[in-house]
C-alpha cells in the first residue's frame, strides 16, 4: 500500500502541456459575463452566464481530445456538453429549496448520470459536469429555472464561439461503433468497476443532502458541493481525494476573504479572468492548487453582488469540511478493500 506524504499533494506536474492559448480564452470566457453584468447591474444574470461558461470552457483541453477529433466533431461534443449542464442548472434551479423532495430529485438524477457515464468517455465527462452544475445550481436561491437556463446557455454558447478558433482541425481516428460501445457499457456493469463511482458517490451524496435538509441554513448546499468536487470518476485515488478536498477548503477560505473585502466591481472582474486563466494550468500541474484556484472562483460567481455576513462564510467553510470528509470515507473503505 503506497503511503501517502506531503510531497505528493505538492508535485508539480508537466506531462501535460498547456498552451497560451488555453489560459487567455478559458479567462476571457469567464470575464465577458461577469464585466457585461458589471455594466449592466444584471450581476445575477451575469453570474449565471459565467457559470455556463466555467461548465464548458475546458471542456476537451488538454490530453482528453486534442488532436484527435475534426472541427466540426469538436463543435458538436461542446454543444452536446453545453445541453447537458444547462438541463443540470435548470434542473438543479427547479429543486433547490424543496427540501427532501429536491434532495431525493438531486440524488436520483445524479445517481442515473453516474451509471449512464460509463457509457464513453465523453459521456462520463458530461455526466461528471452534469453532477457537478446540477448541485451548485440548487444554491442559486429562489431563481426562476427558465430564466437560469437561458442566461446559462448564453454563457455555454459564448465559451464554445471563443475557444473553437483554437482546437484542431485533424482528421479524426477511427473510433468504437455504438454496438460495441453499448456492450462494452453493460458487460462493465457486471463487475464491480463499473459501478466503483456509483458506490463511491451516491451514499456519500445521500448523507450529504440528508445533513443539508436537517440542518437548514443558507449555504448548506456546500455539504453536497464538496462531495461531487472530491468524489470523481477518473482519478478517484486517495492522493487525488485529498488534494481535492484540502484545496477546495483552502479555496473557501480564499473566496470569503475575497467577498469581505467587497472589492471594486472592476476589480472583481480582474480577478475572475486571472482565476478563471491559471485554472487550465492548475488542472494538470497540481489537483490542489487546481481546487484552491476553482473553489474561489464559484463562490464569487454564486455570491456575485450579494455581501454575506461572516457566520455564513464560516457555515460554507464548515458545511465544506464536513462535504469532504464525507467524501473521503468511500475512497478510504474502497482502498482497504483494494489492498486486503
Known amino acids: 500500500m503506497t503511503v501517502l506524504e506531503p510531497r505528493h499533494l505538492i508535485h508539480w506536474s508537466r506531462d501535460t502541456p498547456v498552451l497560451p492559448p488555453q489560459l487567455i480564452t478559458a479567462a476571457l470566457a469567464m470575464a465577458a459575463p461577469v464585466a457585461y453584468g458589471v455594466a449592466t447591474n444584471h450581476l445575477a444574470h451575469a453570474s449565471f452566464a459565467a457559470l455556463g461558461a466555467l461548465a464548458t470552457s475546458t471542456f476537451g483541453h488538454a490530453s ?16 452536446g456538453v453545453g445541453a447537458v449542464v444547462t438541463g443540470a442548472a435548470m434542473a438543479g434551479a427547479w429543486l433547490g429549496g424543496r427540501g427532501w423532495v429536491g434532495a431525493a430529485g438531486v440524488l436520483l438524477l445524479a445517481a442515473v448520470a453516474a451509471v449512464v457515464g460509463g457509457f464513453n468517455r465523453w459521456m462520463a465527462d458530461a455526466t461528471t459536469r452534469f453532477i457537478t452544475f446540477l448541485v451548485m445550481a440548487t444554491g442559486l436561491g429562489a ?12 454563457g455555454v454558447a459564448w465559451a464554445i464561439l471563443l475557444t473553437m478558433p483554437f482546437s484542431s482541425t485533424e482528421a479524426g481516428v477511427s473510433r468504437p461503433s455504438y454496438r460495441r460501445l453499448v456492450r462494452r457499457w453493460w458487460g462493465n456493469l457486471h463487475r464491480f468497476d463499473g459501478w466503483r463511482y456509483v458506490v463511491q458517490l451516491v451514499p456519500a451524496l445521500a448523507l450529504a443532502e440528508a445533513i443539508g435538509v436537517l440542518w437548514n441554513q ?3 448546499y456546500w455539504i453536497a458541493l464538496a462531495v461531487v468536487i472530491v468524489v470523481r470518476r477518473r482519478g478517484g485515488s486517495l492522493l487525488r481525494a485529498t488534494q481535492r478536498g484540502l484545496g477546495t477548503c483552502a479555496g473557501v477560505v480564499i473566496g470569503g476573504a475575497l467577498i469581505l473585502w467587497v472589492p471594486p466591481s472592476w476589480v472583481i472582474v480582474v480577478v475572475v479572468s486571472v482565476l478563471a486563466g ?10 490542489a492548487a487546481y481546487a484552491m484556484v476553482m473553489t474561489p472562483l464559484v463562490v464569487l460567481l454564486m455570491d456575485l453582488g450579494r455581501t454575506p455576513e461572516l457566520s455564513t462564510i464560516g457555515y460554507r467553510l464548515i458545511d465544506t469540511v464536513i462535504g469532504c470528509t464525507i467524501a473521503v470515507i468511500p475512497t478510504l473503505v474502497l482502498r482497504r478493500r483494494h489492498v486486503g
Open 278 to 287: 491559471l485554472r487550465p494550468l492548475l488542472k494538470e500541474r497540481n489537483y
Open 143 to 154: 431563481a426562476d429555472p427558465w430564466e437560469v437556463g437561458r442566461w446559462f446557455a448564453l
Open 64 to 79: 482528453t481530445t486534442r488532436g484527435s477529433l475534426s472541427w466540426l466533431v469538436r463543435a458538436q461534443s461542446r454543444a
Open 218 to 220: 443558507e449555504k448548506a
